[in-house]
């Protein structure tokens, strides 16, 4: 079971990035993002559909429809460059996946 | 404040065991249904690692092909992972990490810091 993301998406400054995440043509029930930054753990971005943690600003949205998931992250700032990385998994919590990792340059 | 802290050697021989211990402060350790580690290889992407749950029962990715051993100490706020016969593929960047489970999906949203452990002799 793999995850699939684009390696890279470049755009400028307030434009909007589209990350998607493709589960091998396998239906996604759940989804989950995360954002990295050099030298740094990952951060929890989006999760249970498209919730954001405390502290997430607004222009982080998820979206997911059959078999890809999409992190929209609209009016991007310079600070967003970062890897993003996709997540999904089992019910029970026995297993989970990672996307391939996305290299986003704003 | 929640805060997961990574310890252990950072350079383990090739053929021997890797041994990582996070330290849970700001939380109840026995409150989380679950514990976790999470790696990334240089330059490369996340790859669970393994999970615990509060029975102990281990679940661990297959691709590690069952060198994984968990394990969950709540008088010292801590868990634990083991990894045997490593090789330089296992060098990576280590992160233990929090996994939530919610109406059946499950993530991630506390983790540690990391810690790089090279394999090599």
């Known amino acids: 079971y793999e995850l699939t993301q684009p390696p890279s998406v470049s755009i400028f400054p307030g434009q909007t990035a589209r990350i998607t995440c493709s589960a091998d043509g396998l239906p996604m029930e759940n989804a989950f993002w995360y954002q990295q930054k050099p030298g740094q753990a990952p951060v929890l971005i989006i999760f249970k559909d498209n919730e954001r943690p405390s502290g997430i600003p607004e222009r982080f949205s998820g979206a997911g429809s059959g078999t890809t998931v999409t992190l929209t992250i609209t009016g991007a700032e310079a600070e967003d460059e970062a890897d993003y990385y996709c997540q999904s998994g089992d019910a029970s919590g026995s297993f989970y996946v990672f996307g391939s990792g996305t290299k986003l340059t704003v | 404040q929640e805060r997961l802290q990574e310890s252990g050697p950072r350079l383990v021989n090739p053929s021997e065991t890797l041994s990582l211990n996070c330290g849970v402060s700001g939380y109840p350790i026995s409150s989380s249904h679950f514990w976790g580690w999470i790696r990334q290889p240089p330059g490369k992407g996340l790859e669970w690692i393994a999970t615990?749950?509060?029975?102990?029962?281990?679940h661990d990715n297959p691709s590690l092909k069952s060198r994984v051993t968990m394990s969950v100490d709540t008088t010292t706020h801590q868990f634990s992972l083991s990894l045997k016969s490593v090789t330089a593929a296992d060098t990576a960047v280590y992160y233990c990490a929090r996994p939530v489970c919610i109406a059946g999906r499950c993530f991630f949203d506390l983790w540690g810091q990391g810690i790089l452990v090279t394999v090599s002799s």
């Open positions: 615990i749950s509060q029975n102990g029962a281990t």
